[in-house]
Every structure is written in C-alpha cells, then in structure tokens.
T-cell receptor
Framework: AQSVTQLDSQVPVFEEAPVELRCNYS??????LFWYVQYPNQGLQLLLK??????LVKGINGFEAEFNKSQTSFHLRKPSVHISDTAEYFC????????FGSGTRLSIRP | KAGVTQTPRYLIKTRGQQVTLSCSPI?????VSWYQQTPGQGLQFLFE???????NKGNFPGRFSGRQFSNSRSEMNVSTLELGDSALYLC?????????????FGQGTRLTVV
C-alpha cells in the first residue's frame, strides 16, 4: 500500500520570500511522484512530476522539487513567491492508482 | 485540444434523492478517474475506468457507482443522497493507465445536499 503525508496544512509566507512545502511518502513498490496545484474553484493542475533520472525536478511557475529516496521525501520549493501562487498544493504518489496527500494551503502576505 | 469537461458545475439536491454527474475526457484519453474532495477528508479516490471497465475502486459505499461509455465519457451516480455527500467531485482523464501517466482534471461538480 502507498501513502502520502503533507506535513503542513497551512503555510503563510511573505511575498518574494522562499517557500518549501513538505511531502513524505511510503510505498512497498516503486512509485512515481507528482505535485499538483489547485486554485480557488478550479480543478487540479500538474506542477511537476518525478519519474526517474535527476532527483531535482523543475516544473511550471518557477517551482521545483527534490526526490530523496533515503528520506522518502519529495519537497516542493520556490525561491520567491508571488501573490498569484496563493493556492492549495497536493503531493501525490502513483502506483496502481494515484493517492493524494491532504494538501497544503499556501497563503501569501503582501 | 479541449480539456476535461464536467457537467453540471453546481448542483443542489435533497437528502434521499439520487444524482448523476458527467465527465467528458480529453479526446484520445481512455482512462477516467473520479475523486471526492471535502474539507475534512481531502481528495479521496472513488473509482477508475479504462475502456469501459472499472479497474480500481476506492473505499466508498455501494451508493456510489460509475460507468464509462464506448466514447470514454463517464458518469458517476450517487443514490440515496446523504448530507455528508456534499463535496466537490473531480474527474480526471489520462491517455492510459501507466503509473507514470499524468492525470488531467476537470473543474469539478460542486454537489450540495440539503
């Protein structure tokens, strides 16, 4: 079985500050990892995914994530956030089906 | 290319009624999955269909059912609605069923049960 844990339900951060959203996973088989973003009243949109190869993955809107197999983590980072990054972010693991974490709500303060 | 289309966007139903939600996947996508999103439970997997066959099912009561048609369009049905069924129902389509395949989501149907 697979599971995903997003360690922070809410992360407040000032505009132009860096941010890290944390994600840990567990699985008995190899998995693929994803980060999705959900803007208010919208569906989910893929930010980035790790399938294999380089452990540092770059996505859209300046986000990147690092896969750490030994720590079973896939944390999402952005060096400088903007007001438009206000959204809920979901980490997901894919094996037989996609399992989503509980989400982290990112709020940006001006 | 048109995205995933879910209809209707909003729905209000009375407890005890039944409801049918529709999802049209991206053209060429044969896999459709359904999720229920609530503030308390987050995103929970309902079921996945591929080529008109249910491949996976989440842990939901039998009141929740779905089907997929030959054109890959999918419907989900909830019978005997309960207040706790109020949620955003999201549909996602994928080209195939591989675990490396990205899911493309619709905007969802917000169901309110009163």
């Amino acid at each position: 079985a697979q599971s995903v844990t997003q360690l922070d339900s809410q992360v407040p951060v000032f505009e132009e500050a860096p941010v890290e959203l944390r994600c840990n996973y567990s699985s008995s088989v190899s998995v693929y990892l994803f980060w999705y973003v959900q803007y208010p009243n919208q569906g989910l949109q893929l930010l980035l995914k790790y399938l294999s190869g380089s452990t540092l993955v770059k996505g859209i809107n300046g986000f990147e994530a690092e896969f750490n197999k030994s720590q079973t983590s896939f944390h999402l980072r952005k060096p400088s956030v903007h007001i438009s990054d206000t959204a809920e972010y979901f980490c997901a693991v894919s094996a037989s089906k996609i399992i989503f974490g509980s989400g982290t709500r990112l709020s940006i303060r001006p | 290319k048109a995205g995933v289309t879910q209809t209707p966007r909003y729905l209000i139903k009375t407890r005890g009624q039944q409801v049918t939600l529709s999802c049209s996947p991206i053209s060429g996508h044969r896999s459709v999955s359904w999720y229920q999103q609530t503030p308390g439970q987050g995103l929970q997997f309902l079921f996945e269909y591929f080529s008109e066959t249910q491949r996976n099912k989440g842990n939901f009561p039998g009141r929740f059912s779905g089907r997929q048609f030959s054109n890959s369009r999918s419907e989900m049905n909830v019978s005997t609605l309960e207040l706790g069924d109020s949620a955003l129902y999201l549909c996602a389509s994928s080209p195939g069923t591989g675990k490396d395949t990205e899911a493309f989501f619709g905007q969802g149907t917000r169901l309110t049960v009163v």
